[in-house]
């Protein structure tokens, strides 16, 4: 027989639901993509690489916000 129990959409006082783990994990993956567009455009300077993830820069900001949002409701 299984130990593990099929994982519930929501919270339970034993573990975290799918729910949640889905936006910690997006916002841990949205904040890395963060850090990452800064330091290639840190390594490369002007490309258009760089210009491309710097426009990137605010949406994924703006997704975070809502992420976070969403995450402490």
């Not at 639901?17 to 002007?46: D, E, N």
């Amino acid at each position: 027989m299984s130990d593990f129990a099929p994982v519930s959409w929501q919270d339970t006082p034993q573990r975290y639901g799918k729910t949640t783990c889905v936006l910690h994990w997006g916002i841990a993956a949205l904040i890395i993509l963060q850090f990452f567009c800064m330091v290639v455009k840190l390594v490369l300077g002007k490309h258009p690489v760089t210009a491309f993830l710097v426009g990137t820069h605010a949406p994924v900001g703006t997704a975070l916000f809502v992420l976070i949002v969403l995450r402490l409701i």
